[in-house]
Nanobody
């Protein structure tokens, strides 16, 4: 069983930055690919970014490419989502999720992910 806990959300003005953290309670964190998803009120869950187990392979949604970066520290069981140049449309609950690693790049489909955190709210004011 993998437990994921997000932190780092908050209220920020447009153009500002935030760094989200996702801490996993698991013995072998390097066995898991990790993704970040977000869901705004009234909208479907949306893939944001993903990282392979090693951090060497990452992928991003087009809507955040160039503004968000994802990284991980397996020794700390933590994945980070650094967000810059935030926009009001980035407002959502951000969740991290994980699944046992595979050879493919990290998945953008929420159905591939077995474990989910509760999420952290990010609000960007105009």
């Amino acid at each position: 069983q993998v437990q994921l806990v997000e932190s780092g959300g908050g209220l920020v003005q447009a153009g500002g930055s935030l760094r989200l953290s996702c801490v996993a309670s698991v013995r072998a964190f390097s066995h898991y690919d990790v993704g970040w998803f977000r869901q705004a009120p009234g909208k479907d869950r949306e893939f944001v970014a993903g990282t392979s187990w090693s951090g060497e392979i990452t992928r991003f949604a087009e809507t955040v490419e160039g503004r968000f970066t994802i990284s991980r520290n397996n020794a700390k069981n933590t994945v980070y989502l650094q967000m810059i140049s935030l926009k009001p449309k980035d407002t959502a609950v951000y969740c991290c999720a994980a699944y046992v690693r595979r050879t493919a790049p990290p998945s953008a489909s929420p159905y591939e992910y077995s474990y989910w955190g509760q999420g952290t709210q990010v609000t960007v004011s105009s």
